[in-house]
């Protein structure tokens, strides 16, 4: 009983808290949705009949596709809990081999969360359908161009609905103050650059408010809506009847048809529902909207067309006309505090789905911050917020009147909804294992009721819809160019990469001179040796003498747990002391700053010595080229032999070092010091603790003496070799390949952040190697 309890006040306390992050963008689309169904041709149409027919369409699109689509079948297909275009792309790819990511292995499959509970969707055979779109490139490329176009109108939504928000939002002030058009557009600006400017500084000391503001904005228009019913037109209950839309079709013919482009506006931001899933849970957000949202917009809207019903000159400003004058500044200040949470929770949303993005490969390299402080999962990406604000500035300046970016909007939110309608049939074919009839009637039913929406809001390009092309088609060419040239790139590693027989060949030393030290070798491949290791060695013939291949990869889960996350390895005999690190993270894991990536791969690969040398390998071992991969973590249930400690002669030997240094006479090494201390302000500290085995019995001496020289290492020096690769198309390449790579994927490469930037390397430590790739 108390467990039960406890779970009911759990889902209480998360559908309250979804108010200020899902439903933002839904609740405040009764600003604009009847000013703009009512554009063109039917504004001649002026009878009840009509009002009321363009109600029952906006009851019956939020009833269809909000309710029904979304909150039963959508908000089912998470994965793992979370949600978003990604999260069904990712579903697809491990359950079917969906994915064009080149660098998965079988031991991903053995990661807790790759499946869920209960799923034996991986036992079952193979169907028909499945296998020829798993064999057919063509159409693993469309999949992925059909979830990018999706993603494109994410990025896009996140550039108009700030816009559309906060502009509709203070459009009242035109109505009731003799404010000029002008003025109010220069408000709007000023509110959307502040709120931009903010956003580094994230949310969590003013996130407790969201959700009070819109509980309270949805009450208000909840009872505003009521006063107009019984003030007006207490008969319009009747239009819930479907009767209605029949009527409002027979009497507006073309223009009804042509209005369904304001019509669709009632239901976006029902993706961002989705979208933000992993905040909270499908309970808690169904029970908001059932119990809170969807009676109070369906009361709106109805309070609305009663008010407009008996008032057909207020149809410009249908909302604020409609707000008894003496609540009219209170509502008015209410809707730009709900336009500013509903625009900055989109604006999060923008954030996530380019770090997902970025994290399957499909967008270039930006800075991707995340505080202690700040709540989890929440991230600031710079590049991105200043070019969504300088975009966002640039609609809502050009766009003088509020329906033409409204038009634009709503077809950037149908268009998303669209791509969602047909990648569920294959969730629940390939996902759900329910039988190919059933993906079948969810498209033809969704689909044909989305198609007749999407083929209205096209009409609405030359009056708006325009931008929401060019933007899509901008961010679409973005992402696809950068997949296309980083899957060349690592092809061509992949067939470069040094042959296993000539590293073994050259004996342990290698043929080099080594040196004390760690060299961490960063590489795309998660097999075999990178032609970057034999450029470097080629050039410079001495490295160090423990050398590790380490691999960050991205595996299609949203979250991968901490202890098996390091999958470790050797290559070649244990007198080479070279291993192979693949580093795997989900694609919503975020790397929090202060991680100490140095000790944890010490102890990782001390584990894996450990594990080795007492035969432990399981199932979550995979065998390759280089020999065995085994995840471990420093403190599992074997206990690694290594500890962590301060000693008095450490500390000693680093002050003699730094005294011996300060000593110098010569200025150039006071310069590489200062400027040493000043980018890694904590190395001094680190510096003093000291990894060393414990005082442990051990079955091989040669454990021992390989712990005693991995410690030694990471003591003495631990550099950082990166690839500094430039990129040209082949010559006997066809001319868009050379255009593709040539301008566009360089263009990217050169104007996107380093990766020395993206993998937290120092860059005191970094050394880049170049390299010359002909794709």
């Known amino acids: 009983m108390a467990d039960r309890r406890n779970r009911c006040n759990q889902i209480l306390l998360l559908a309250y808290q979804s108010f200020g992050l899902v439903f933002g963008d839904l609740s405040i689309s009764p600003l604009y949705v009847y000013k703009c169904t009512f554009y063109g041709g039917l504004k001649h149409h002026q009878t009840e009949d009509t009002i009321f027919g363009a109600f029952s369409l906006i009851f019956w699109t939020i009833t269809l596709l909000s309710l029904i689509k979304y909150m039963v079948f959508v908000l089912s297909a998470d994965d793992n809990g979370e949600g978003g275009i990604f999260a069904l792309y990712a579903l697809l790819c491990r359950h079917a081999r969906f994915s064009l990511l080149p660098n998965q292995q079988a031991a991903d499959e053995e990661i807790s969360t790759y499946y869920g509970p209960g799923d034996a969707s991986r036992n079952l055979p193979s169907s028909a359908f499945k296998s020829l779109i798993e064999r057919n490139k063509r159409s693993k490329t469309a999949l992925l161009v059909l ?185 008015l200040m209410m809707a730009m505090l709900a336009a500013m949470v509903a625009s900055q929770a989109v604006i999060f949303a923008t954030f996530s789905i380019v770090k997902q993005c970025y994290a399957l490969g499909c967008f270039p390299r930006v800075k991707i911050v995340h505080k202690p402080r700040w709540v989890l999962g929440q991230i600031y990406i710079p590049e991105i917020n200043w070019v969504v604000m300088i975009l966002t500035l640039t609609v809502t300046i050009c766009f003088q009147d509020t329906r033409h970016i409204a038009f634009a909007f709503g077809l950037a939110c149908m268009t998303l909804a669209f791509v969602t309608t047909w990648l569920m049939p294959l969730i629940i074919n390939f996902v759900w294992n329910r039988n190919i009839v059933f993906s079948v009637l969810f498209i033809l039913f969704f689909g044909t009721i989305e198609l007749v929406f999407v083929a ?27 997949h296309y040239g980083s899957r060349k790139k690592y092809l061509c590693d992949q067939h470069n990469k040094v042959p296993m027989k000539s590293i073994l060949s050259l004996g342990p030393s290698l043929g080099i001179i080594k040196v004390p030290g760690m060299g961490l070798i960063y590489t795309e491949l ?240 970094l050394i880049k190697v170049g390299m010359n790739y002909y794709l």
């Not at 050398?547 to 244990?574: A, D, M, S, W």
């Not at 000693?652 to 200025?667: F, L, Y």
Request: proline fraction near 5%.
């Open 526 to 765: 998660a097999s075999g040796v990178p032609a970057t290791f034999t450029h470097f060695l080629t050039n410079l013939p001495a490295f160090y003498q423990v050398v590790v291949f380490v691999c960050c990869k991205t595996v299609p889960i949203p979250y991968v747990p901490q202890k098996e996350r390091y999958l470790i390895g050797r290559i070649g005999p244990k007198t080479y002391r070279m291993y192979r690190c693949i580093i795997r993270a989900g694609y919503k894991d975020v790397n929090k700053d202060g991680d100490d990536f140095e000790d944890e791969l010490v102890m990782s690969i001390a584990e894996f010595i450990q594990l080795e040398s007492e035969g432990y390998g399981g199932s979550n071992t995979d065998r390759s080229i280089d020999g065995r991969l085994a995840v471990v973590k420093a403190s599992n249930k074997f206990g690694t032999r290594l500890s962590r400690s301060i000693s008095e002669a450490n500390i000693a030997g680093s002050s003699r070092s730094q005294t011996t240094v300060t000593n110098s006479k010569s200025p150039a090494l006071l310069r590489l010091r200062a400027e040493y201390e000043q980018e890694l302000p904590r190395l001094s500290m680190r510096r003093m603790f000291q990894f060393r085995p414990m005082d442990t019995k051990f079955r091989q001496p040669q454990v021992k003496e390989e712990l005693f020289d991995l410690v030694n290492a990471k003591d003495a020096e631990v550099a950082y070799i990166v690839g500094h690769g430039h990129v040209k198309a082949k010559r006997n390449s066809v001319f868009v390949k050379r255009l593709v790579i040539n301008v566009a994927y360089s263009f990217l490469r050169k104007n996107c952040r380093s990766p020395g930037v993206m993998l937290n390397i120092p860059h005191i430590c």
């Open 147 to 331: 979830v990018l176009v999706g993603t494109s109108m994410v990025i896009t939504i996140g550039v108009l609905t700030p816009a559309i928000s906060v502009s509709s939002s203070i459009d009242g002030l035109v109505a009731k103050t003799s404010l000029k058009h002008s003025t109010v557009v220069m408000i709007a600006c000023a509110l959307l650059v502040g709120l931009f400017v903010l956003q580094h500084r994230g949310t969590n000391k003013v996130a407790f408010l969201f959700a009070p503001i819109m509980i309270l904005w949805l009450l208000i228009i909840a009872t505003v809506g009521v006063y107009n019913i019984v003030t007006w037109n207490p008969s319009v209950y009747k239009a819930l009847s479907p009767y209605y839309i029949y009527v409002f079709f027979r009497d507006t013919g073309i223009d009804g048809w042509l209005s369904l482009g304001g019509i669709l506006l009632c239901i976006t931001g029902t993706e961002a529902i989705f979208a933000e899933l992993g905040q909270f849970t499908a309970t808690s957000i169904r029970f908001a909207f059932c119990c809170v949202v969807y009676p109070c917009l369906v009361l709106q809207y109805m309070g609305q067309a009663a008010f407009l019903s008996k008032n057909f000159s207020a149809l410009p400003s249908s909302f604020y006309s409609s707000i008894p004058d003496p609540f009219f500044w209170p509502v």
């Open 456 to 482: 209205s809001a096209l009409v609405k390009i030359p009056k708006g819809g325009w931008i929401t092309l060019l933007l899509s088609l901008f961010f679409t060419f973005i992402t696809y160019v950068w």
